[in-house]
């Protein structure tokens, strides 16, 4: 299997975003299952409850370095784009980028992202 660094949106301003993110981030590991990768998504590993918090700048900042340690190991970087590039997913792209390797952007299919969508409505 292809080792892969994934990237796609965590941080928001909203818990509903959040949630969002979360499912899409979630969604994006399956297909890089599916595609014969074995993908690492540091925001969804160390953003879970009890180990740091992304709203704390500290935590956010050590949960990343710690992610950008396992660039080292992988043999690309995934980038999911349906809901834009966040700046936290810039910077993992360029990092990879800095180390030689490959950066790859995807969008997944229409159909997953519009039920996420639908499962995980935004407050105005």
Same mark, same amino acid.
């Given at each position: 299997?292809?080792?892969?660094?994934?990237?796609?949106?965590?941080?928001?301003?909203?818990?509903?975003?959040?949630?969002?993110?979360?499912?899409?981030?979630?969604?994006?590991?399956?297909?890089?299952?599916?595609?014969? $990768? &074995?993908?690492? #998504?540091?925001?969804?590993?160390?953003?879970? %409850?009890?180990?740091?918090?992304?709203? !704390? +700048? /500290?935590?956010?900042?050590?949960?990343?370095?710690?992610?950008?340690?396992?660039?080292?190991?992988? $043999? &690309?970087?995934? #980038?999911?784009?349906?809901?834009?590039?966040? %700046?936290?997913?810039?910077?993992?792209? !360029? +990092? /990879?980028?800095?180390?030689?390797?490959?950066?790859?952007?995807?969008?997944?299919?229409?159909?997953?992202? &519009?039920?996420?969508?639908?499962?995980?409505?935004?407050?105005?």
């Amino acid at each position: 299997m292809r080792l892969v660094i994934l990237e796609s949106p965590y941080a928001a301003t909203t818990p509903e975003a959040i949630a969002r993110n979360v499912a899409y981030a979630r969604a994006a590991m399956r297909d890089c299952l599916m595609r014969g $990768e &074995a993908p690492y #998504a540091s925001h969804l590993l160390y953003t879970q %409850p009890s180990v740091l918090r992304d709203e !704390d +700048r /500290a935590e956010r900042s050590l949960g990343m370095k710690a992610g950008f340690a396992w660039h080292e190991a992988a $043999e &690309a970087s995934v #980038a999911y784009i349906d809901f834009g590039i966040s %700046p936290g997913m810039k910077t993992g792209m !360029d +990092r /990879a980028s800095k180390l030689g390797k490959p950066v790859e952007t995807r969008r997944l299919e229409p159909a997953v992202v &519009a039920a996420i969508v639908a499962a995980h409505p935004m407050t105005p």
